[in-house]
């Protein structure tokens, strides 16, 4: 790069954080040598400043030198980002089409965005004083606690951080005070490195069976070059013991790891058994941590300080010296695609990383998502079966029970209550899934026929009877639960249908002295309170389980012996092509809960359709053979994975201007007119008023990705220009997840 002369400046052009789709040209400064794409650059831009993002050094600009600003201050002074790093976020800016400077602002934590310096925090830690190191922790014997604090101390010969303490152990306070008191410690300030902790204990590891041991092999071996695994192994076959003999390879390589979860309330057990298993440091990176929290684990993943991060989808951008290994763990979750803003999946980026960095990318689940069930069976994903419970765990036994004519209390019918009975008679635990939250779903009057009904949306309010409101589960309103019609007047209101809370106050009635523990988004609101919940029923403080979705995500329950799905039906008959697959995935998984140890496991799925081909196959059969069927359908109605989509969707107050918009936008998806490009739509979305706004779609599909891309491409700046998009709030959504 050639020194800047007052002939020929360089250009630096950057991405900005705003809803824009070019880069800017700002002049380098003359004095100083260029810094690198990747650093953060102050700017000036329009009446303020703002963080950018470096991207590229130019020579020359289409901007005449002397109308180009210069920039305020270079932030960094080595980039943040790597080569590869950048590569990657302008990859998923381009495929998602999304403004490149909200993608890469997207991937720094909160402070760096705003242009702070990233340092880690300091913390306070402690470290053995000179007597402490001479002191022989037999002296201790006596208080075995400080014993073992000491000892920690001795053997792990480096300062500790209290974060790293707490991992240890969460009691260490107040025997290190008095250690502190016996100058035994001593308080120390530690930069850099912490929340990393000395080996707790190393379990060992199991000796895999001949499918394990295959699977590790498989993607051991390969380390250092790319590949896409697909892990396919039911509940508890032990794909989590094959990812961490895997992470151990990539480990004793001095390779970074990413392993990614679909859930936070995931992540503490997880970290538990990585913590007895590994000597290494582990970052922990979610959307429940605090700020300064997140950044430090961001900070020690890039300066490499730790070798293991653990997060949720937003963790895929981190950037980290030495990345060796991605794995992802419930890869058919759609928690990994984002749904709003930059709507981009954690997946399929994530085996996009793999390939710029030439590494592995191992997918697990129990239920692949139909999409890498084909990749697997045309190749491009390597398959690794699991088909057996680890150890001698039993698989559980799927059984309907057909309730057509029969009696049901609060959607409970006889034979399943006898079933409750006998399981909780013999100490065992019962969960039942029902997803519904709240009372129930329908208030309406017994007199009028007259029904609670949001204002804002095409939907019905829901009943919450334990805070006497009525909300909105799409906009967020509520109101206190009425007493009276407004109608007509006359108490005669009825709840209509079923949620937890009724189902929850059944069990109490019928099984008073029991304990029943909710699971919902409602009874765990509160910090800290489904972590609470899940270890009352792990050790046993629990008899019924009553949840939602929530019960569904790789929880174990290992004295579980009896599930029940209360109600199969509502998810049977549903406009969305991908319903049947979320149903048997929700199916297989809630049924994976049960009988995780050496009790075997019963589930019973309670439905009026029980000759369903769905349930059929998944009964008969199992999850393997359900996809392939799907698969086969989805390919005779040439829908995904067999083509691809885009989904536009547009809102606005006026219920005409989004179907204006999109008519607009469908006209210009046709003048490039490839007749093998599908443009459906504009079309009321499947609910139509939303929070005060109405909402269209317009679908395009195209039987092979690159025309849909070629298509975008041409559409994306035709449309900035179009006038009406500013009147509405419009999205794109590359390969949507469902078209709500
Ligand atoms: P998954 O992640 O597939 O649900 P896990 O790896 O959590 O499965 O394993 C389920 C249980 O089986 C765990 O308690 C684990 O310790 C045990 N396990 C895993 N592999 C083996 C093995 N090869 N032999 C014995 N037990 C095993
Ligand atoms: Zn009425
Ligand atoms: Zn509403």
Redesign the pocket.
């Known amino acids: 790069m050639a020194y800047p002369t007052s002939a020929n400046p360089l250009i630096y052009r950057v991405a900005l954080p705003v809803p824009l789709y070019t880069l800017f040209d700002y002049l380098a400064p003359r004095t100083s040598p260029p810094c690198l794409p990747g650093c953060r650059i102050e700017v000036p831009f329009r009446y303020g400043t703002k963080t950018a993002f470096l991207v590229e050094i130019a020579q020359h600009s289409a901007i005449a030198t002397d109308k180009l600003k210069p920039i305020n201050r270079v932030i960094d002074e080595h980039p943040l980002l790597s080569a590869a790093d950048l590569q990657l976020l302008l990859w998923v800016a381009n495929y998602y089409h999304h403004p490149l400077g909200e993608v890469i602002s997207s991937a720094f934590p909160v402070h760096l965005r705003q242009g702070k310096a990233a340092t880690l925090p300091d913390e306070k830690g402690y470290q053995l004083t000179e007597l402490g190191e001479h002191t022989s922790s037999e002296q201790l014997r006596r208080t075995p606690k400080q014993k073992s604090i000491l000892e920690l101390f001795q053997q792990h010969g480096q300062p500790l951080s209290e974060s790293a303490l707490t991992a240890w152990n969460s009691q260490w306070r107040t025997s290190v005070k008095t250690l502190l008191n016996k100058q035994l410690l001593a308080l120390t300030t530690l930069k850099g490195v912490h929340s990393t902790l000395p080996v707790a204990e190393s379990t060992r590891e ?4 001949a499918h ?1 041991q295959a699977a590790v092999a498989a993607v051991s071996q390969q380390l250092g070059q790319f590949g896409a695994y697909l892990l396919e ?11 961490m003999q895997i992470i151990r390879s990539a480990l004793a390589q001095n390779r970074q790891v990413l392993v990614l979860i679909p859930e936070i309330s995931l992540t503490p057990q997880l970290e538990q058994r990585f913590r007895q298993r590994f000597s290494a440091n582990i970052a922990v990176s979610h959307s429940k941590l605090t700020n300064p929290q997140r950044q430090t684990a961001w900070l020690q993943m890039q300066q490499g300080l730790c070798q293991i991060m653990l997060g949720t989808r937003s963790a895929l951008f981190t950037p980290m010296q030495n990345l060796g290994l991605i794995i992802l ?1 419930e890869e058919h979750d759609s928690s990994y695609k984002q749904q709003e803003g930059f709507r981009f999946s954690a997946r399929d980026a994530a085996i996009i990383r793999g390939k710029l960095l030439n590494i592995p990318v191992l997918l ?1 689940s ?1 239920t692949p998502s139909l999409e890498s069930f084909y990749n697997a069976q045309r190749g491009r994903y390597q398959w690794l079966p ?1 088909p057996e ?3 001698d ?1 039993l698989a559980p036994q799927l059984q309907i029970i057909d309730i057509r004519n029969k009696p049901l209390q609060e959607g409970l019918s006889e034979a399943l209550l006898k079933e409750i009975n006998n399981t909780l008679a013999k100490q065992e635990q019962v969960l039942l899934f029902l997803n519904r939250r709240g009372f129930a779903p329908t208030l309406i009057c017994h007199s009028c026929g007259w029904v609670a009904h949001c204002p804002s949306c095409d939907a019905n309010l829901v009943i919450h009877a334990q805070q006497q409101q009525l909300q909105c589960h799409h906009c967020g309103k509520q109101q206190r639960l009425l007493q009276q019609c407004p109608a007509c007047q006359h108490n005669a209101l009825t709840a209509l249908g079923l949620g937890t809370e009724r189902v929850e106050s059944l069990l109490e009635q019928r099984y008073a002295g029991y304990r029943i523990i909710r699971l919902d988004r409602d009874s765990t609101q509160r910090k800290g309170s489904l972590q609470k919940y899940l270890a009352q029923i792990n050790l046993g403080q629990a008899d019924i389980i009553l949840g939602t979705q929530m019960l569904a995500k ?1 929880h ?1 329950f290992a004295n579980v012996t009896l599930v029940a799905i209360l109600d199969v039906d509502s998810g049977l008959f549903s406009i969305d092509f991908r319903s049947p697959e979320k149903l048997a995935q929700l199916i297989v998984q809630v049924a ?1 809960r049960a009988g ?1 140890a050496q009790k075997p496991g019963r589930v019973m799925l309670q439905t009026r359709h029980p000759e369903h081909p769905l349930l059929t196959t998944l009964i008969q059969a199992d999850y393997h053979h359900f996809a392939q069927q799907a698969l086969t359908e989805r390919q005779q109605a040439g829908l995904p994975p067999y083509s691809h989509q885009a989904l536009f969707r547009a809102s606005a107050t006026d219920a005409e201007l989004a179907t204006e918009f999109l008519d607009c936008v469908a006209q210009l998806a046709r003048q490039p007119s490839n007749p093998a490009n599908q443009i459906l739509g504009p079309t009321p979305a499947p609910m139509k008023k939303r929070a005060g706004r109405y909402h269209q779609q317009l679908l395009l599909q195209c039987k092979h990705r690159k025309n849909l891309h070629k298509l975008l491409d041409t559409l994306m700046p035709a449309i900035a220009k179009l006038k009406t998009s500013a009147k509405v709030r419009w999205s794109l959504d590359v390969d949507p997840l469902d078209l709500y």
């Not at 199991?206 to 069976?209: C, E, Q």
């Open positions: 199991l000796p895999g069976n394990q192994g039911v509940t508890g076959s032990g794909k989590t013991e094959v990812y763990d697990g129990a699991l419970r680890a150890g765990a790789g174990h994976g995780r």
